[in-house]
């Protein structure tokens, strides 16, 4: 047998997270061939995951982040089938891997996410390696990305909810950036600006309005604008450039913004949140 180095065993760890008697075990079955003890790694964590594909995996955490650059920012959800395991470092190491891996790949969508090159294989290799190390089913469940002039990140403590914002301005107060991106965790807007809220969901407000309106006994002919007042207060709480400012109700995030600059606004965001 092959005499199996500590070295050779942190660098197996450093490569697929796997526990260090796990990597010891693999390059021992390998005889010492570090490529075969990595897919001896990968082929128990397709076992497992085979075993496992009937469990939820409701847990996890999300995490965002930006390049260098600024113009660029990424979302991921990474689940798992426990709080327990969400809060493993090394869970939350291979999570970050993957936001790297998709800030420089760009990938379009989930699935393209999930065929990025890593480590000899693919992200979703990887993933499914990783159910092999620890035992759960994990998934993969959320990429999305924003370019724009500014991009900002907020990842809310715990990491169970974040948010991307992209504006149209660069290079102003970085606390400004901050104060939005927290602005859309606190207060879950559903678009940017009132034109931005879909058909359906304005419909569906103003049908609400009318029906509430009807149960409080006003007239047939009042309820189409008793219910545009309704509409018009569902705007002002809901959409982001509208709502009151959390740090400030004396402003709107409109307001805030071109405090800063007059032509600076937001393009557009993403909010993911999970069980909270």
């Not at 021992?28 to 061939?33: Q, V």
């Not at 990887?126 to 999305?144: R, T």
Request: charged share 30%.
């Amino acid at each position: 047998m092959a005499a199996i180095s500590a070295a050779d065993v942190a660098k197996l760890r450093r490569v697929t997270l796997a526990g260090m008697m796990d990597c010891k075990k693999a390059l021992e079955e390998s005889g010492g061939d570090f490529d075969k003890a990595i897919e001896i790694i990968r082929k128990k964590g397709q076992a497992v995951a085979s075993k496992r594909a009937d469990k939820e995996a409701s847990e996890g955490v999300v995490l965002a982040k930006v390049a260098d650059s600024n113009k660029l920012g990424a979302m991921i959800v990474l689940n798992s089938e426990t709080d327990f395991v969400a809060k493993n470092a090394d869970f939350i190491s291979i999570a970050n891997k993957i936001l790297d891996i998709a800030l420089a790949g760009k990938p379009a969508g989930l699935e393209g996410l999930k065929s990025l090159p890593v480590d000899k294989g693919n992200v979703g290799d990887k993933v499914v390696e990783y159910v092999g190390i620890i035992g759960e089913k994990l998934e993969l469940s959320y990429y999305e990305k924003i370019e724009a002039a500014h991009v900002q990140a907020y990842v809310h403590p715990g990491n169970r909810l974040a948010t991307l914002v992209g504006f149209s301005k660069a290079g102003l107060n970085a606390q400004l950036y901050k104060d939005v991106a927290m602005q859309v965790a606190a207060m879950s807007p559903v678009a940017v600006d009132k034109d931005d809220v879909p058909a359906s969901i304005i419909a569906q407000e103003i049908e609400i309005g009318k029906e509430q309106a009807r149960r409080d006994g006003k007239p047939e002919e009042m309820l189409e604008k008793i219910a545009q007042g309704k509409l018009g207060k569902y705007f002002r709480e809901n959409t982001l450039l509208n709502q009151d400012f959390v740090k400030d109700n004396k402003m709107t995030i409109r307001q805030y913004l071109q405090s800063a600059d007059k032509d600076l606004t937001v393009t557009e965001f993403r909010r993911f949140t999970l069980n909270l």
